[in-house]
């Protein structure tokens, strides 16, 4: 039942998506992921409706989740060196708390886009996030860095490679954490204060 069901899982979301969809069977491949069978069978049985999977061609990839919770850190261990080397450490202080609280959630999908949101460049952050509508949520950095390291462990494309965007965590200074900039150095991982306006620091936003 669970391999007939994921066969058809695969052959529902990739001919909607292209290469915004991202398997499972790819996903466990890129990270060694070993999804159990019960696992397996949820993600198949969570798979979005052809009708969302169309809305979601509206400039989201989709992504099979992790087999277990993962925060920040573990997400960054999973390939260290697709990290911008002078990020590294900041966010590993104690202090730090949303890199160890804010996580992916385990098994079923996560649906990120795959760019920034439409003309929330230059923005604070309090305009930024009213741009979201209906079921889009702003996800955490933990979501955000999973899902560009996930696109490009499957598809070897950079996404972001040019700009930042802020993400629901909060540092210890009460600012947005911003993730971005993903190129051949690297993928950067900052903060920055509410209310900067920058061209280059827009918001990222996930399905709810």
Same mark, same amino acid.
């Given at each position: ?69 993962? /925060?920040?850190? %573990? =997400? ?10 002078? &990020? #590294? ?50 996800? /955490?950095?933990? %979501? =955000? ?10 598809? &070897? #494309? ?51």
């Amino acid at each position: 039942m669970s391999i007939s069901t994921r066969i058809d899982a695969t052959a529902i979301a990739t001919p909607i998506l292209g290469d915004d969809f991202l398997p499972a069977a790819d996903v466990a491949k890129a990270f060694d992921f070993d999804y159990s069978e019960e696992q397996q069978t949820a993600q198949a049985n969570t798979l979005l409706s052809r009708q969302r999977l169309k809305w979601l061609r509206n400039g989201y990839m989709f992504t099979a989740a992790p087999p277990i919770a993962m /925060n920040l850190l %573990e =997400v960054c261990a999973l390939d260290p060196l697709l990290l911008y080397p002078e &990020t #590294v450490g900041w966010f590993e202080n104690d202090c730090q708390i949303f890199s160890r609280v804010d996580v992916v959630s385990p098994i079923g999908w996560l649906a990120v886009r795959t760019g920034a949101y439409p003309h929330s460049f230059k923005m604070r952050w309090d305009n930024q996030k009213r741009l979201l509508i209906g079921e889009e949520r702003v996800p /955490n950095a933990a %979501e =955000v860095a999973y899902a560009l390291i996930a696109y490009y462990k499957v598809r &070897t #494309v950079y996404l972001l490679p040019d700009s930042y965007v802020r993400t629901s965590s909060i540092d210890a200074e009460g600012d947005r954490v911003l993730v971005g900039c993903f190129d051949a150095e690297g993928l950067d991982i900052k903060e920055c204060w509410n209310r900067k306006r920058r061209r280059n620091i827009g918001v990222l936003s996930a399905l709810k």
